[in-house]
C-alpha cells in the first residue's frame, strides 16, 4: 500500500539521549515535511524538504535536525533530547511544492521525553 | 503575526448539519485546506479553496471568501463517524501553510 510510513509509533526517552524519527514514502514525492503537534496548539513546521538533497528550516527547527539523502527517507534526529520536545511527530509529503497541494501524512511518532 | 481562529469545540446531532468557520489573518493568501483528523490519527485531507465560492464534495463543501478573510467548512448528514478535529490551513504569501489549532466536533446521536 502506497503512502507514508514512520517509526517508532511511540517512544519514551531519557532526556539527553539522542533519537532519530525515521520516515519513509513510496509515492515519489518530491516534498517532504516534518511537524509536531502539541495540544491546543496548530501543527508546526520543524524541517522541510523540497527535493532530494536539499533541506530547509520551519517555523520551530531547533534542536532537530534532518537530511534528505535520497527521494523516499526523511529522517528526524533529536540531537540531545528535552521535556519540552515530548510531542506527536507527524511526517507528510506533497507531489507539489510551495504547499500548494494535498499533504500525506505518516500515522506519528508519539515521543516523550521524561 | 499571522492568525488563525476556530472554535475550539462543537457538538452536533447524528443526521444534523454543523458548519466549522474559520477566520485567517495572513500576509497574503494562496490558499486554504482543511483536513480531518481523528483522534490518535494523521490528519487526511478534505478540501482545497482558492477561489471564492463553494465547492461541494459529498456530503462536506467549503465556502472561501477572500475579501473577509473567512472560510466554512459544512458537514451534512452528519456521521457518527465523523466525531474528528477539522483543521483550516492557509498558505500565505510565501507559500508558508499556517494551521489553525482545530475544531474537535463531537457527534450525539
Known amino acids: 500500500i502506497a503512502g507514508i510510513t514512520q517509526a517508532p509509533t511511540s517512544q519514551i526517552l531519557a532526556a539527553g539521549r539522542r533519537m532519530t524519527l525515521r520516515c519513509t514514502q513510496d509515492?515519489?514525492?518530491?516534498?517532504m515535511y516534518w511537524y509536531r503537534q502539541d495540544l491546543g496548539l496548530g501543527l508546526r513546521l520543524i524541517h522541510y524538504?523540497?527535493?532530494?538533497?536539499?533541506?530547509g528550516k520551519g517555523e520551530v527547527p531547533d534542536g532537530y535536525s534532518v537530511s534528505r539523502a535520497n527521494t523516499d527517507d526523511f529522517p528526524l534526529t533529536l540531537a540531545s533530547a528535552v521535556p519540552s520536545q515530548t510531542s506527536v511527530y507527524f511526517c507528510?509529503?506533497?507531489?507539489?511544492?510551495?504547499?500548494?497541494?494535498?499533504?500525506?501524512f505518516g500515522e506519528g511518532s508519539r515521543l516523550t521525553v521524561l | 503575526g499571522q492568525n488563525i481562529d476556530q472554535p475550539t469545540e462543537m457538538t452536533a446531532t447524528e443526521g444534523a448539519i454543523v458548519q466549522i468557520n474559520c477566520t485567517y489573518q495572513?500576509?497574503?493568501?494562496?490558499?486554504l485546506f482543511w483536513y480531518q483528523q481523528h483522534a490518535g490519527e494523521a490528519p487526511t485531507f478534505l478540501s482545497y479553496?482558492?477561489l471564492d465560492g463553494l465547492e461541494e464534495k459529498g456530503r462536506f463543501s467549503s465556502f472561501l471568501s477572500r475579501s473577509k478573510g473567512y472560510s466554512y467548512l459544512l458537514l451534512k448528514e452528519l456521521q457518527m463517524k465523523d466525531s474528528a478535529s477539522y483543521l483550516c490551513?492557509?498558505?500565505?504569501?510565501?507559500?508558508?501553510?499556517?494551521w489553525g489549532a482545530g475544531t474537535k466536533l463531537i457527534i450525539k446521536p
Open positions: 507528510a509529503s506533497s507531489d507539489s511544492g510551495g504547499n500548494t497541494g494535498e499533504l500525506f
Open positions: 509515492m515519489r514525492h518530491n516534498a
Open positions: 524538504s523540497n527535493t532530494a538533497g536539499t533541506t
Open positions: 495572513t500576509s497574503g493568501f494562496n490558499g
Open positions: 479553496n482558492v
Open positions: 490551513a492557509v498558505v500565505d504569501s510565501n507559500y508558508q501553510l499556517i
